[in-house]
């Protein structure tokens, strides 16, 4: 089978690194870290199965383009994809579906309804949580304490100032706390299908999750907390009444649904939906997965999925070296040392997200430069956290660049706990 996998980040190299053991692969635009990039559209690709991974693709109607030339596509087309480019709607249907979630309402930038958003801020005790209704790369949700903060935030967004036209509606909605865990499904249409194994993001920007919130600085799977029964019983609260509701309202929705939760004292509550694996939670769950996974995204696309999904019991855990500045401002330009021994410890792969080729250097990877905030997903892998956390560390110390960031903490906890579980 011929992949073409669509995107070109650490997710689409992570996609192509496993969808290589069993089919030929090439990547569009993919970057100069991520072998078999070719700079053609996707339209004018030949292959047997196209495979979409940023949201704003899909959101934007790739899946149907190509759909509409007959070809077979893992990806949700655009209806589907407004699951995530519209938090609006979002809410509306899997309040509609019975999906526990936080209580929200919606206001856009018309002068009475700003007026009701900043009376109904006054309402909510906090936290305060102001969220753009459109796509912002992940960085579009507010959490404060501060009700000045959140009042500010509220016009930032609705003038377009802070976020564009994706801010001009926001959903507020009420703050909830306890821990967060993600996870995904497959679906093909009619049925959804676990992968089941849970990951946790760490999406502020500093240490002991402090400073803004980004694309995500790094992640763990699988987690100690939320063994594969709890798995379950989160993915039947939540995918398979979506997929009905989708169903009822004629979407026809085939890819991947990725549910992040709130592990909250009152029970679990969805916090969100995207329509794409996450990045980089693909980079710690896609290599762990033992099925064919060209063979079970085509029965996705295709609308006949059957197997039962087969992860490994290995743990994962994934360091992202960011740009200085991310996320605000992140400086590119810079040559990346230590690749290569980065690569050679044992259990670890490192993907290429924001990387450029330097002019007029050797062949990557030995003249690759930063060209974006997070710049390489550094991922262990080994038989519990602590060991996956472990070798990946170790290969970060190998690597650097002038202004290199990451976090020194992901996974800490995670693999506490799991030695205290013993698991
Ligand atoms: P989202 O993109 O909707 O998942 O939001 C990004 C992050 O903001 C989540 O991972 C949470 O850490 C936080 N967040 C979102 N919604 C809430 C909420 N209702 N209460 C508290 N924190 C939230
Ligand atoms: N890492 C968060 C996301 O992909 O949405």
């Given amino acids: 089978m011929r992949v073409c996998v669509v995107g070109q980040g650490g997710r689409e190299h992570a996609f192509a690194s496993v969808l290589r053991r069993t089919a030929d692969v090439v990547v569009t635009p993919g970057n100069p870290g991520i072998e078999g990039s070719v700079a053609t559209p996707p339209t004018e690709i030949d292959a047997d199965l196209f495979v979409i991974g940023p949201e704003g693709l899909l959101a934007d109607g790739l899946a149907d383009r190509l759909r509409a030339g007959g070809r077979l596509v893992f990806g949700p087309g655009a209806d589907g994809a407004a699951l995530e480019s519209s938090k609006a709607w979002m809410k509306e249907v899997v309040s509609a579906a019975g999906v526990p979630t936080a209580a929200y309402a919606t206001f856009d930038s018309d002068p009475a309804e700003r ?246 250097q050797a062949a990557p990877p030995e003249s690759l430069v930063t060209a974006g905030g997070r710049v390489l997903n550094v991922c262990g892998r080994g038989p519990d956290v602590a060991v996956a956390r472990d070798r990946a560390y170790e290969a970060v110390r190998h690597i650097s660049w002038p202004g290199m960031t990451y976090r020194t903490d992901i996974a800490a906890a995670a693999a506490a706990a799991a030695a205290v579980l013993n698991r």
């Fill in 115 to 360: 007026r009701a958003a900043h009376a109904y801020l006054e309402t909510l005790p906090p936290p305060y949580v102001i969220k753009t209704s459109g796509l912002a790369a992940g960085k579009g949700v507010l959490v404060t304490d501060e009700l000045a903060q959140a009042h500010a935030d509220v016009d930032a967004k609705l003038d377009g100032t802070a976020f564009g036209d994706a801010g001009r509606r926001i959903v507020i909605e009420e703050g909830m706390r306890g821990p967060e865990v993600s996870l995904f499904a497959l679906c093909d249409g009619r049925s959804a299908v676990l992968l089941p194994t849970a990951v946790r993001d760490h999406k502020r920007v500093g240490d002991g999750d402090t400073g803004p919130n980004t694309g995500g600085m790094g992640c763990v799977s699988p987690l100690a907390d939320v063994d594969r029964a709890a798995c379950a019983e989160l993915a039947a609260l939540a995918f398979e009444p979506t997929l009905a509701e989708l169903t009822r309202r004629g979407v026809d929705y085939r890819g991947v649904l990725y549910a992040g939760f709130m592990l909250t004292l009152d029970g679990p509550r969805l916090l969100e939906f995207n329509v794409r694996f996450g990045d980089p939670e693909a980079q710690v769950t896609l290599p762990r997965i033992e099925n064919d996974l060209a063979l079970l995204l085509a029965g996705a696309a295709a609308g006949e999925l059957t197997d039962q999904i087969r992860v490994s019991e290995d743990a994962m855990v994934c360091v992202v070296c960011a740009a200085e500045g991310y996320p605000a401002a992140p400086r590119t330009g810079d040559v990346i040392a230590g690749l290569e021994g980065a690569r050679e410890v044992p259990g670890v792969t490192v993907f290429c997200a924001g990387v450029g080729a330097a002019d007029g």
